[in-house]
């Protein structure tokens, strides 16, 4: 059984371009969460979607937008990248998403932005 | 809002060692703790979790003290391994308008020598 798979591994993009991650959760989970892994820091929570409705949001500024498909598939869209969003973008999966157990991660997306 | 911090930023210990990680939480309403281990290139995995009704929970090898009075979690690693050699966050759960949000500290780097 496939875990939570995310697309592309690494990615490099210029300042002021946009860029789309994606994420396909496990075979039955209907949540998907987003987090940004700052380099030395730990993972912090940027969005949550729940049967393709957003369930929450992060403090990150409105160039960062997601949403979540019918197949509970979700991207992830930063635009006018800042050297700053360069970072691990992590998507867990889960059943529900209303209680906090039964989290997986995907091994997320590096992006590089120069 | 929720905070969660690590004590140390870099453990070492020898292969066969027991391992103490600790980590403070500054929201006494949080209920549910989490350990996760990263490893390099990897997303965090779950190790075990705790809920505020508990003091303590053993897994494999892993044990989680919680102690409500001070606002403390420890994650206990017996016979430490070299495969145990990753980075190890504790996270705790977002509750009200929070909930299914995870928060995490900063990371324990845990290496083990042989």
């Known amino acids: 059984d496939a875990g939570v798979t995310q697309s592309p591994t690494h990615l490099i993009k210029t300042r002021g371009q946009h860029v789309t991650l994606r994420c396909s959760p496990i075979s039955g989970h209907k949540s998907v969460s987003w987090y940004q892994q700052v380099l030395g820091q730990g993972p912090q929570f940027i969005f949550q979607?729940?049967?393709?409705?957003?369930?929450g949001r992060g403090n990150f500024p409105d160039r960062f937008s997601a949403r979540q498909f019918p197949n509970y598939s979700s991207e992830l869209n930063v635009n006018a990248l800042l050297l700053g969003d360069s970072a691990l973008y992590l998507c867990?999966?889960?059943?529900?998403?209303?209680?906090?157990?039964?989290?997986?991660f995907g091994s997320g997306t590096r992006l590089t932005v120069v | 809002g929720e905070s969660v911090g690590l004590h140390l930023p870099t453990l070492s210990v020898q292969e066969g060692d027991n391992s103490i990680i600790n980590c403070a939480y500054s929201?006494?309403?949080?209920?549910?703790f989490i350990w996760y281990k990263q490893e390099s290139g990897k997303g965090p995995q779950f190790i075990i979790d705790i809920r505020s009704n508990m003091d303590k929970r053993q897994g494999q090898r892993v044990t989680v003290l919680l102690n409500k009075t001070v606002k403390h979690l420890s994650l206990q690693i017996a016979a430490t391994q070299p495969g145990d050699s990753a980075v190890y966050f504790c996270a705790e759960n977002g509750r009200g308008s929070t909930l299914g949000r995870l928060y995490f500290g900063r990371g324990t780097q845990l290496t083990v020598w042989p």
């Open positions: 929201n006494s309403a949080s209920d549910y």
């Open positions: 867990a999966s889960s059943l529900t998403g209303a209680h906090n157990y039964g989290y997986t």
């Open positions: 979607y729940y049967e393709k409705e957003e369930r």
